[in-house]
């Protein structure tokens, strides 16, 4: 389950900072205090997902590049929350997978399995390398980053988009198995259209099955 914290308020898009204080106030305990109560009642196996891309800078999340302290202040008082209310559930941190996310790590004691996000959109690989790029190329570098934690990893986003040749390849190879990558135990696909632009002026990729082959 992916938590996303920017709903926790009548106005869904506060500033950052005032979403930070009111986390770490607890003026929000409530609200995850409910989502753990549910959890506690499944029958099936939970991760829980917190506010995952915590190092991205583009401005997307309201969470995302808060001082690392804040983050990871917040991101435990949740956990804490919710191992009360859901004892069986696990924890996901899911960071992008860019450079300085080790800063947000908030210690093995608070994390289950970590998450990245892998996106493929064959326009961007193009206009940048001249070629297209492969699901593992594009894991490589968050992989490596995380790695050094000693946990489980998970694809926690996976998506692409481009004609048919390029689609099939990530098919196939996100279902593979990669001795350079040992700890991947699997992939979770992304079945939504993008919700805020690419930067370079990609637009929105719409991941969806139906929908991320191009012509």
Known sequence: ?????????KDWRITPPEL?????????????????DLVGQMKSPVTIR???EMEDKNGRFTWANWAPKDWISAYKREVDICRKAAPA??????????????KYYPGDDYVDVIGLSVFGLQKKDD??????????????PGYDRVAVFNKPI???????????DYVSKWQEDSRKSYAEFPALTSVVYFNQKEVWPWLGGYGLPDWRVTQ???P
């Open 127 to 140: 206009d940048e390398t001249g070629r297209d790029r492969t699901f593992a190329e594009l894991l490589k």
């Open 20 to 36: 930070r204080d009111g986390i770490l106030s607890g003026k929000y305990d409530a609200n995850m205090q409910a989502i753990c």
């Open 89 to 102: 559930a696990k924890y996901m941190w899911s960071p992008k997978g860019e450079e300085g996310l080790e």
């Open 154 to 164: 998970v694809v926690a986003e996976l998506g692409y988009v481009g004609k048919q």
């Open 212 to 214: 991320h082959v191009l």
């Open 1 to 9: 389950i992916t938590v996303e914290p920017w709903t926790w308020s």
């Open 50 to 52: 917190w506010a995952q």
